[in-house]
């Protein structure tokens, strides 16, 4: 009986506390020299303090994340044998986003993605933890509007913009119902690790190797230092080779474009964009973690300003908007009069998402209507003759509705020769991967992109599986080929084609050498049923420009 009195002491001083405006308008206040109710309660059963150091756990623990998701960007590499020793792919596992996305495009479960149910769950208790905690994007925005210096407040469009991130996930979630699968285009962990592969970390390994090859240059006593540092940052961070990738400016400025919006508000993705954030939000609306006040108080609002997410707003929600809040818990940090907690249970309504019943259905239903325009640029039917698809794959539509564009398999692809698809198939194929051998080859003895891939678009293969599976067929342009128009001996593609017996053989003929007299030479030909496509005679031909032998879709691959 004592501790339900002590309990109903307590949950009265918080309601007093925290809505003494309401309290004013209905009774009159008490004399000055006559202690209040919530004053008794308050000397009685004095509410804990929340701990301050909370706000400090967040940010080790964000930066523990983002360390993490950089290492394992690392270890997605060739280490000198064909396996990897560390799941490169760990956060696309967390990833709810793709697993819904990927259920409703195939009808079909990846178990592997199955680990984002935890992270369900625990929304579902604390509320949308992943954004302020977990996400590496997120950590990396806040770190930039640190450096941007935003001091501005935030304007009534911007907490409006809130729903957009809504409709777009009904908007991918209605196209992937037909198998468009555009997701990775928006999803956060997809959009990050693809610029840092094809972005800015090639961009650190060029200046980093620029910068050690003039020192170099220099001598001593400059080398004595450069040298051992060199040689530890080959071994820990930078590639074997230079990477190289299609696309770095669209890339580029599509990332700058999300970093410099945060000069508008802060989270501007987070809060406006994000389909991750918007499938998080609609999950922590139920969550028993709650804010406590739920609303302002009326005697400060200090917490309002410091909101990086918008979740406490005083004029358009009176309420704390748990699909909003991110638990970055600054509003507790900066309470002066440390009022504001984290507490579970409670009975407050909790204020809706106002979208509007309509307009969700809208937004799925532009998903489905969006389906044949979006197809239209990327000919699943026809693809072009020289779009070459990883090794493995077979059916070119199975492959756009599985793919998420995370850049897994180009960060991993040993020669470089997987590049991102630009707008040659569509909106539809954009940042798909594809080989493209004057770039790189596919290594004959290289199955690490079929085991970095999350959702499977590149199936798991055994090295002699792949090794007999065509990814398209080589064909000799004689109008280009040194023994067909000078009438010199040049074997470079026989030479380097790695399958037994070989797929380029030759025959010795007679032809017209560069002055018109007849010569007897070596003429390579290509072996359609030998020929797997790896392309590693299209990048080794010595021809400037287009290859004299190059790769085309395989006739054998369905179409």
């Not at 919530?38 to 964000?62: H, I």
Request: with cysteine.
């Amino acid at each position: 009986m004592a501790e339900r009195r002590r309990d109903a002491a307590v949950f009265e001083w918080d309601i007093f506390a925290v809505h003494k405006q309401e309290l004013s308008q209905s009774a009159d206040p008490a004399p000055a020299s006559e202690p209040t109710a919530a004053e008794n309660a308050a000397a009685l059963f004095p509410l804990p303090v929340p701990w301050r150091g909370w706000v400090l756990v967040r940010r080790l623990t964000q930066l523990f994340f983002l360390l993490l998701f950089l290492i394992l960007f690392l270890q997605a590499t060739y280490h000198g044998e064909d396996r990897l020793s560390w799941p490169v792919d760990l956060f696309f596992r967390f990833d709810p986003l793709i697993l819904v996305e990927h259920g409703l495009a195939t009808g079909t479960i990846v178990p592997r993605l199955l680990l984002s149910l935890l992270f369900v769950g625990l929304t579902l208790v604390v509320g949308r933890f992943f954004c302020g905690w977990v996400c590496p994007l997120g950590t990396t925005l806040d770190g930039c509007r640190r450096l941007l210096r935003r001091s501005q407040p935030d304007g009534a469009t911007v907490f409006k913009l809130r729903r957009v991130k809504y409709y777009l996930l009904f908007f991918l979630l209605g196209a992937a119902l037909f198998q468009v699968k555009l997701a990775g285009l928006f999803d956060p962990l997809s959009l990050l690790f693809r610029t840092v592969a094809t972005v800015l970390y090639p961009a650190l390994s060029y200046g980093l190797e620029e910068s050690f090859a003039k020192a170099y240059e220099l001598g001593p006593p400059l080398t004595y230092v450069s040298e051992p540092v060199y040689g530890y940052l080959k071994d820990t961070i930078l590639p074997f080779r230079k990477p190289v990738f299609l696309l770095p400016s669209l890339t580029l400025i599509l990332f700058v474009t999300i970093i410099v919006l945060e000069r508008v508000a802060p989270r501007f993705w987070c809060r406006t964009l994000c389909p991750l954030g918007a499938l998080y939000g609609l999950l922590a609306r139920f969550a028993w973690l709650r804010k406590r006040p739920m609303k302002l108080c009326p005697d400060c609002g200090d917490c309002q300003p410091v909101c990086k997410m918008g979740a406490i707003h005083a004029q358009e929600v009176p309420r704390h908007q748990s699909a909003e809040c991110i638990l970055c818990l600054d509003c507790q940090e900066h309470c002066p009069h440390q009022r504001v907690a984290f507490r579970f249970g409670g009975q407050d309504r909790r204020p809706g998402l106002d979208l509007g019943r309509r307009q969700v259905i809208t937004a799925a239903a532009a998903g489905v209507v969006a389906v044949p325009f979006l197809r239209l640029g990327s000919l699943v039917h026809r693809p072009d003759e020289f779009l070459i698809r990883p090794p493995g794959v077979e059916s070119e539509a199975a492959f756009l509705s599985q793919c998420i564009r995370c850049g897994l398999c180009l960060k991993v692809c040993p020669t470089g020769g997987l590049q991102p698809l630009g707008w040659e198939q569509g909106l539809d194929g954009l940042y798909t991967s594809r080989l493209v051998p004057r770039l790189g080859y596919c290594e004959y003895n290289c199955t690490l992109c079929s085991q970095v891939c999350p959702t499977g678009a590149i199936p798991p293969l055994q090295l002699e599986v792949k090794q007999a599976s065509p990814l398209g067929t080589a064909f000799i342009n004689r109008s280009r080929c040194i023994p067909y128009t000078e009438g010199r001996d040049c074997l470079v593609c026989e030479e380097h084609c790695p399958t037994a017996p070989k797929a380029i053989a030759y025959y010795h003929a007679e032809v017209a050498d560069l002055h018109g007299k007849k010569v007897m030479v070596k003429l390579p030909v290509v072996d359609p049923d030998q020929c797997i496509g790896c392309g590693i005679c299209e990048n080794k031909c010595p021809v400037g420009g287009d290859a004299a032998i190059r790769v085309k879709r395989s006739l054998r691959l369905e179409r």
